[in-house]
């Protein structure tokens, strides 16, 4: 069966995961995370995508965006490899992509799991939902930017987290309250199946609405053999 094309919806908050190859760590190093940041707010201002939240881990980049245009995410993802992957290459003396495939994304419900998201993205998860120890010695994220005001320059803050507060100091506090309360397995379940599938993360409500806007399935099609009009009509 084919594969339907990623869905991306211009204005909404997309939940974006590129997974490295599993033979080697995609961020090897500080210099490595570094690198890839240079490359993604080049990117990301070129492709007119807003990033709300970032997470450099040793086998995965995860991003929390919002794109101005349907290939507004495409063009930025592509542009960081065309740009990150051969000085990686360079400095490790290697060949090909670190990179295990496409990176996937999902559009979700800001309303509802916004900070969740970031949660994730950031590594701030509790336990990790991948299994793995969180060290902040091998991961660059926007963590400190949203827990303690640490200025960086390649965040546009979504409307979701400014509404945590009127002042800075009371948004971080926020979120330092959020983060500090465990997060729930079904939540991260939830994120990580949403993000694999590609399926909308969120209500039945706001995937009709996806929908709608898409001009597309917006959920995974029934299984079975579909029912003949008599059949409807019995049902």
Known sequence: ????????????????????????????????????????????????????AYGLHPGEARLLATPETESSLAQMMQSVGRRFVPLFNARHGRGGSPW???????????????LSCMRFVEGLVTPPASGAIHDERQ?????????????????????????????????????????????????????????????????????AAVGRQSGRRARPAPRGRPKSPAEQTEA
């Open 100 to 114: 295990a495939g496409r990176f996937r994304s999902v559009v979700i419900e800001s309303e509802a799991h916004l």
């Open 1 to 52: 069966m084919a594969r339907l094309p990623r869905l991306v919806l211009a204005g909404h908050a997309h939940l974006v995961l590129h997974a490295g190859n599993a033979a080697q760590s995609v961020f090897a190093d500080a210099t490595d995370r570094d690198s890839y940041l240079d490359c993604l707010r080049d990117a990301a201002r070129a492709a007119g995508v807003a990033v709300h």
């Open 139 to 207: 991961i660059s994220s926007s963590a400190q930017h949203h827990l303690r005001g640490t200025p960086d320059r390649l965040l546009i803050e979504h409307a979701g987290f400014w509404a945590l507060g009127n002042t800075p100091f009371e948004r971080e506090a926020a979120y330092r309250a959020f983060v500090s309360q465990p997060s729930h397995q079904s939540e991260m379940a939830a994120i990580l199946l949403a993000v694999r599938s590609g399926w909308p993360l969120g209500s039945e409500r706001f995937a």
